[in-house]
C-alpha cells in the first residue's frame, strides 16, 4: 500500500506461482480449451501496433493495427509459425484487445485466473474495471505510451520487457497530436475519416537523439523483465514500452488487470501541469527554430 500511495511501480517475483493458469497453460491447452472460439486479432506489417510511423516527406502518422476476428487455432498457428518457422511469410498477428477480453471472448479461460488481486483491491479499494488477455510473439512491440488506469501486469509464459518512466518525465518524450490512420486488410495506411488527431509520445528512449525535447537527456528510463510468474504493479500515467521473449513453444502469454485511476486526489492534476508544461516548451522551442507545421502532425 505504501508503494501504490507513492505511485511506484514494484515487481512480485513469481506471484502469479498459484494461479491455474501458470500450472496449466500451453499452447495445447490453450488450443483444446478456445478449439471453438473466434477472437479479435490485430495484424500489422511489423508488429507495430499503436504507433508512430513516419512519412517518407518527413510527416508523421500514428497508426492503429488492422482488426478483425479469426479462429483463435488459427491465430495461434500464424503466432508460433512466425516465431518458430524460418520460412514464414506474412504478417504479424497479435492478439492484443484491451476491452475486458477475459471475460468476454476468453472467457473459457476466465477460471484459470483470480478475479481479481488481492492486494490491489485492498491499496486502490477498488475490483477491476478491466481483465485482458494478451498473446503475442517477439516480433511484437508496444510503443511508448501511458494509460489512465493502474496496472496488474501477470507474465504467464515467455517474457516481458519493459522500458519505464514516471509522469514527471512527461516533458522528456515529446508528446504531440499526431494524425490517426488505420492499416488497411492489404496493410496500406488509410488516414482515418473524419480526421482526428491524437495525443503521443513521438520520443523513443532507446534512440534518444531522435525528435528530443531540451529535456530528454534528463530522462533516466528503468529496465523491468517479468520471467514467468512475476507480476509487476505498473502505476497509472507511467509511460511504458514493451518489447517481448517466447518460450519453446514460440508464443508470449499474460494477463493483466486495469484498476480506474482516482481522478480526485491531486495526482492528476500534477501530471496534467506537468505534461502541459512539455508541450508547450517543445512548441515554444520549435517557434524559436523556424519550425513550421509539420505534414502529418
Not at 490491489?120 to 481483465?131: F, H, K, V
Not at 513521438?202 to 537527456?217: I, K, M, V
Request: with cysteine; glycine share 6%.
Amino acid at each position: 500500500m505504501r508503494h501504490v500511495a507513492q505511485n511506484r511501480p514494484f515487481v512480485i517475483k513469481n506471484g502469479a506461482k498459484d494461479f491455474p493458469a501458470r500450472k496449466h497453460w500451453n499452447a495445447t491447452y490453450l488450443r483444446t480449451v478456445m478449439a471453438s472460439e473466434n477472437v479479435n486479432v490485430a495484424i500489422t506489417p511489423h508488429g507495430n501496433a499503436d504507433s508512430i510511423v513516419t512519412l517518407p516527406d518527413g510527416g508523421a502518422l500514428f497508426v492503429k493495427p488492422h482488426e478483425t476476428s479469426q479462429p483463435f487455432q488459427s491465430v495461434l498457428h500464424k503466432i508460433q509459425a512466425q516465431e518458430l518457422d524460418p520460412t514464414y511469410i506474412g504478417p504479424t498477428h497479435y492478439a492484443q484487445t484491451q476491452n475486458d477480453n477475459l471475460r468476454a471472448e476468453y472467457t473459457s479461460l476466465f477460471a484459470d485466473v483470480p478475479a481479481s488481486i488481492p492486494f490491489a483491491r485492498i491499496a486502490l479499494n477498488a475490483e477491476p474495471d478491466a481483465m485482458n488477455f494478451w498473446l503475442g510473439n517477439s516480433h511484437s512491440s508496444t510503443a511508448l505510451h501511458k494509460d489512465n488506469y493502474e496496472n496488474i501486469y501477470v507474465q504467464i509464459l515467455g517474457r516481458k520487457h519493459f522500458t519505464l518512466l514516471p509522469p514527471i518525465e512527461a516533458p522528456c518524450v515529446h508528446e504531440r497530436s499526431v494524425l490517426s490512420a488505420t492499416y488497411t486488410s492489404t496493410l496500406d495506411i488509410a488516414i482515418d475519416e473524419p480526421e482526428q488527431y491524437t495525443p503521443f509520445a513521438t520520443w523513443d528512449p532507446d534512440a534518444p537523439e531522435s525528435n528530443a525535447t531540451p529535456y530528454s537527456h534528463l530522462s533516466q528510463p528503468m529496465q523491468v523483465t517479468l520471467d514467468e510468474g512475476d507480476v509487476l504493479y505498473l502505476p497509472a500515467l507511467w509511460y511504458h514500452k514493451v518489447g517481448q521473449s517466447c518460450n519453446e513453444e514460440g508464443v508470449c502469454v499474460a494477463v493483466n488487470y486495469w484498476y480506474d485511476l482516482d481522478f480526485a486526489g491531486g495526482f492528476w492534476s500534477m501530471a496534467g501541469f506537468v505534461r502541459n508544461a512539455g508541450i508547450i516548451s517543445a512548441k515554444e522551442e520549435q517557434a524559436e527554430k523556424g519550425v513550421g507545421k509539420e505534414k502529418g502532425v
